[in-house]
T-cell receptor, first 116, second 115 residues
């Protein structure tokens, strides 16, 4: 079974631009979560989608948004990029059946975003 | 809100030796999940081991085991017979029981394995 894929793997953008990152979960997984990883702040939760609905959102400004499609693929968008948005953005997928047995999340390789 | 603390930014171990990574957490919830994730350099994050809070028995996965002390809110990872491939960042993570999949991570411990 193919793992979680993220595209693109690397991205360089200029301040003020916007960017869209994509995540394809493992086949059959309905939940997708996004995390931002930086040396200073570590791993921080951005948001989570389940069956096309945002189920939870972290403490990030409104410039960060996301969505999930009917095939469970997810995208996140960052508008008006700032230097501080430079980070590794990780996507994780899981079956997403709540508090049952399906609590394991599988991570993608990440998208390395550099804002100059 | 839940918090996870890893007090050891860096650790080192000799190949074939045993090392223990520390993790403490703060929560008011009685049921939850705890995880250790491994992130090798430039490689993706993988799940090492998980523990359900309602289970008293400590989880074990081959050379990896945990010491779960619920009352002390402590969740340490023991790696036995360390191998060069164990070198990585290790993250402790907390997840509530319920609908959300949100993980709360510690800052991580960088493990170096010396030959």
């Amino acid at each position: 079974k193919a793992g979680v894929t993220q595209t693109p793997r690397y991205l360089i953008k200029t301040r003020g631009q916007q960017v869209t990152l994509s995540c394809s979960p493992i086949s059959g997984h309905r939940s997708v979560s996004w995390y931002q990883q930086t040396p200073g702040q570590g791993l921080q939760f951005l948001f989570e989608y389940f069956s096309e609905t945002q189920r939870n959102k972290g403490n990030f400004p409104g410039r960060f948004s996301g969505r999930q499609f009917s095939n469970s693929r997810s995208e996140m968008n960052v508008s008006t990029l700032e230097l501080g948005d430079s980070a590794l953005y990780l996507c994780a997928s899981s079956l997403g059946q709540g508090f049952s047995y399906s609590y394991e999340q599988y991570f993608g390789p990440g998208t390395r975003l550099t804002v100059t | 809100a839940q918090t996870v603390t890893q007090s050891q930014p860096e650790m080192s171990v000799q190949e074939a030796e045993t090392v223990t990574l520390s993790c403490t957490y703060d929560t008011s919830e009685s049921d939850y999940y705890l995880f250790w994730y491994k992130q090798p350099p430039s490689r993706q994050m993988i799940l090492v081991i998980r523990q359900e809070a309602y289970k008293q028995q400590n989880a074990t996965e081959n050379r990896f085991s945990v010491n779960f002390q619920k009352a002390a809110k402590s969740f340490s990872l023991k790696i036995s017979d360390s191998q060069l491939g164990d070198a990585a960042m290790y993250f402790c993570a907390y997840r509530s029981v319920g609908g959300s999949e949100k993980l709360v991570f510690g800052k991580g411990t960088k493990l170096t394995v010396n030959p």
